[in-house]
């Protein structure tokens, strides 16, 4: 059975006046990300979707967690994937979490009340499902790249607490969403673009297109490899041949065409992440991803979700356009 469209990441987008905002790892602003703590306080705020990292233990348990390692959020030496659940169960997330760099290049420290606890992805399901939907990333993992088992371990704690209206699988990982479509055909699924995904070949595609090189108010490098990737994203090439849903891409790579292209074709198109607190792979962060003027751009243009690190702000400005 095919997803249905009663699940709000795929309703058509006449039904939407407009985004739906998703609040990135839960609201990271106020609670450590990834905990249910976040999402508790993203359904108090009224936030009608999440979005949560899964990783697979030593031993086949599913955690919401988004790091390989587990020193960035708890600093304990150790690896998610050589840890069994009672190991991991026993870490705390600490109160004082390095957020890596913010727009302006500067190390970020984000600091919280208490330390929380790691969850399991089928407790957060079965309380945040019946009242959030939920955007479930399966990590992209290079040294684990020929791994794929976390896919269907996903599918089959979705199928086992009947949750498929109320959430989608995603991934930079086309293997692991072939995967997860294999599990499952209910599931929605759907693939993420980084604009960082043709940098390999930035510098040669700077010199030959350099005429084509416009000044949309991002000034990072290799800004002709970001054109030629949001053609394949508007084209939906990779959808098509992976057999996914929808589509979730990096706001840089979106523009009007975009967003026509693919509803055009019956497909819906999230972004992220707005409002980030930083940057914690080193990757320099656009300048127009904490602008108002971002905002309302995407707005303008229809997307069908933004996904987004602080969704309060968010919230307040999408209710004023």
Known sequence: MAPGRLNPFLAPPQTRSRPMIVGHRGVPTLHQENTLSGFRRAIALGVPAVELDVRLTKDRKLVVFHDSDVSRMTGRPGVVAQMSWDQVAKLRIRRDVPMGINPNGTQVMARYEKEERIPLL???LSEITPKAAVNIELKLDMARWWRVDVAGATAKVISDLG????????????????????????IALGFCFDDGMFNF?????????????TDDGDQR?????????SRLVQSNWVGRFLRTHAIGAEHT??????VEGLHAQGVPLGVHTIFP????TGKAIPQTSSSKAEV????????????????ERLQQLVAEI
């Open 163 to 186: 949750v498929e209206d109320r959430v989608m699988v995603t991934s930079f990982d086309p293997r692991k969403l072939l995967a997860a479509g294999r599990a499952s055909k209910s």
């Open 122 to 124: 089928a407790e957060v």
């Open 221 to 229: 490098p290799f800004q002709n490899a970001r054109r030629l990737l």
């Open 253 to 258: 790579l979106v523009d009007r065409d975009t």
């Open 201 to 213: 070949v930035g510098p040669l595609l700077d010199r030959l297109e350099r005429a084509a090189i």
């Open 277 to 280: 607190i930083g940057s914690t």
């Open 296 to 311: 309302e751009r995407l707005c303008e243009i229809g997307v069908d979700w933004i996904e987004t690190d602080d969704p």
